[in-house]
T-cell receptor, first 114, second 116 residues
Framework: DQQVKQNSPSLSVQEGRISILNCDYT??????FLWYKKYPAEGPTFLIS?????DKNEDGRFTVFLNKSAKHLSLHIVPSQPGDSAVYFC?????????????FGTGTRLLVSP | DTGVSQNPRHKITKRGQNVTFRCDPISEHNRLYWYRQTLGQGPEFLTYFQNEAQLEKSRLLSDRFSAERPKGSFSTLEIQRTEQGDSAMYLCASSSDRVPYNSPLHFGNGTRLTVT
């Protein structure tokens, strides 16, 4: 039972263009969503998050959008840079667990070419 | 803040052997988590400690797995009688309960286990 789904295993974008990574979830109890970036041989690094009371959160080149009715979130990277090439994981948690028991998607590999 | 440290980085073992991994969280963090990531999958939750107390364990954590956090500082994850299906990246993460609930977890670089 995959509660967090990233249906695109990979995405290729040219430098300077927009990258849009998508994530869907099924558990309506999720109230906090995060994006992590992972380089090879390293652990996931936190990128940006959004609470369910918001529909948008922005941090520099990164913006996360949340559509609760559709149970969908997306990460926009503008402009994309070659250093953004990594695997991006969407994750979600529910406040009623009392701690951050994250449920991760399977990841999307982003390749930004010069 | 030196980050979450995990040792060893790589471990190759033969099926049936026991292995132990260590995690040193960020020093002021009292919450510690273990996750496991297999090829092509995202990390999956294994267990959670608040200080020295193990408060939740996933069904993924069979009775061959045991995790401890003596004195609420570093943690160890032991796998007994390893099986090939245990081959994975084992990730440790930490956080503090003195910050808002929605503060992100800090992950270490993981221990990659290969069971031959």
């Amino acid at each position: 039972d995959q509660q967090v789904k990233q249906n695109s295993p990979s995405l290729s974008v040219q430098e300077g263009r927009i990258s849009i990574l998508n994530c869907d979830y099924t558990n309506s109890m999720f109230d906090y969503f995060l994006w992590y970036k992972k380089y090879p041989a390293e652990g996931p690094t936190f990128l940006i998050s959004i609470s369910s009371i918001k529909d948008k959160n922005e941090d520099g080149r990164f913006t996360v959008f949340l559509n609760k009715s559709a149970k969908h979130l997306s990460l926009h990277i503008v402009p994309s840079q070659p250093g953004d090439s990594a695997v991006y994981f969407c994750a979600a948690s529910a406040l009623d667990t009392g701690f951050q028991k994250l449920v991760f998607g399977t990841g999307t590999r982003l390749l930004v070419s010069p | 803040d030196t980050g979450v440290s995990q040792n060893p980085r790589h471990k190759i073992t033969k099926r049936g052997q026991n292995v132990t991994f260590r995690c040193d969280p960020i020093s002021e963090h009292n919450r510690l988590y273990w996750y496991r990531q297999t090829l092509g999958q995202g990390p999956e939750f294994l267990t959670y400690f608040q200080n020295e107390a193990q408060l939740e364990k996933s069904r993924l954590l069979s009775d061959r797995f045991s995790a401890e956090r003596p004195k609420g500082s570093f943690s160890t994850l032991e796998i007994q009688r390893t099986e090939q299906g245990d081959s994975a990246m084992y990730l440790c993460a930490s956080s503090s309960d003195r910050v808002p609930y929605n503060s992100p977890l800090h992950f270490g670089n993981g221990t990659r286990l290969t069971v031959t």
